[in-house]
T-cell receptor, first 117, second 112 residues
Framework: GAVVSQHPSWVICKSGTSVKIECRSLDFQATTMFWYRQFPKQSLMLMATSNEGSKATYEQGVEKDKFLINHASLTLSTLTVTSAHPEDSSFYIC?????????????FGPGTRLTVL | AQSVTQPDIHITVSEGASLELRCNYSYGATPYLFWYVQSPGQGLQLLLKYFSGDTLVQGIKGFEAEFKRSQSSFNLRKPSVHWSDAAEYFCAATSGTYKYIFGTGTRLKVLA
C-alpha cells in the first residue's frame, strides 16, 4: 500500500525557535497533502490542506503565519512551526492520497511529536 | 454541521471477548466512512472503509463494521479480541471533499 513518512519523528525545541517537519509520499505522487494536529488523548484536527505548487488552505482558527506550509514537489510537503511556544507542543500528522483517487483512503504518516520548552 | 461521534471514550474488554465500538455520523448525505487504529505514539492505520454497496464491511486484523443508514451508524466489531488490539480507535468520515472529520476516539483496553 501507499506509504507516507514524516521526519523527524520527534523534536524538542526552545521557545521562540522555528521547527520544520517533513511529510513525504514514498511510492506515489501526491498533489494534495493534509496536516493534522492531535492533542494528548484527543482526536485529530485538520489544520490545513497542502497543495503542490500553490498556497495551502488553512482551516478556520489556524494561524497561517505561525504554521507555514510548503508543498514544493509532488512527494514533499513541509510544515514549519514558527516562533514556537509551549502551547504548540502537540503531535502533528500528515496524510496524502494517491492521484486519481479522490475521496479514497488517505494514508497517514507516523506523526511527529513536537515539544516546545 | 457535519460531525462524527464516538460515544465511548474508554472501553475495557477481556481477551477473547467480543468487541463493538460505536460510531455515529451527522452529514447531509451518506458520507464515506472509515475506521482507523492508532497505537501509542504512532500514526493511523486503516482498518476498513465503507463507500457503498454491502453494508457489512470486512477489514484487516479480523475487524468488521456495519453501516446502518437508519441509525446513521458505522459500528466496528470483532468477535474475539486479542491483547494486541489495545489501542485508540478513530471513526472518520468525508463527504468527498477530501476533508476528513474524525470522532474523538475510543481507547480500548484489553485485560489478560
Amino acid at each position: 500500500g501507499a506509504v507516507v513518512s514524516q521526519h523527524p519523528s520527534w523534536v524538542i525545541c526552545k521557545s521562540g525557535t522555528s521547527v520544520k517537519i517533513e511529510c513525504r509520499s514514498l511510492d506515489f505522487q501526491a498533489t494534495t497533502m493534509f496536516w493534522y494536529r492531535q492533542f494528548p488523548k484527543q482526536s485529530l484536527m485538520l489544520m490545513a490542506t497542502s497543495n503542490e505548487g500553490s498556497k495551502a488552505t488553512y482551516e478556520q482558527g489556524v494561524e497561517k503565519d505561525k504554521f507555514l506550509i510548503n508543498h514544493a514537489s509532488l512527494t514533499l510537503s513541509t510544515l514549519t512551526v514558527t516562533s514556537a511556544h509551549p502551547e504548540d507542543s502537540s503531535f502533528y500528522i500528515c496524510s496524502a492520497y494517491p492521484p486519481g483517487r479522490a475521496t479514497d483512503t488517505q494514508y497517514f504518516g507516523p506523526g511527529t511529536r513536537l515539544t516546545v520548552l | 454541521a457535519q460531525s462524527v461521534t464516538q460515544p465511548d471514550i474508554h472501553i475495557t474488554v477481556s481477551e477473547g471477548a467480543s468487541l463493538e465500538l460505536r460510531c455515529n455520523y451527522s452529514y447531509g448525505a451518506t458520507p464515506y466512512l472509515f475506521w482507523y487504529v492508532q497505537s501509542p505514539g504512532q500514526g493511523l492505520q486503516l482498518l476498513l472503509k465503507y463507500f457503498s454497496g454491502d453494508t457489512l464491511v470486512q477489514g484487516i486484523k479480523g475487524f468488521e463494521a456495519e453501516f446502518k443508514r437508519s441509525q446513521s451508524s458505522f459500528n466496528l466489531r470483532k468477535p474475539s479480541v486479542h491483547w494486541s488490539d489495545a489501542a485508540e480507535y478513530f471513526c472518520a468520515a468525508t463527504s468527498g471533499t477530501y476533508k476528513y472529520i474524525f470522532g474523538t476516539g475510543t481507547r480500548l483496553k484489553v485485560l489478560a
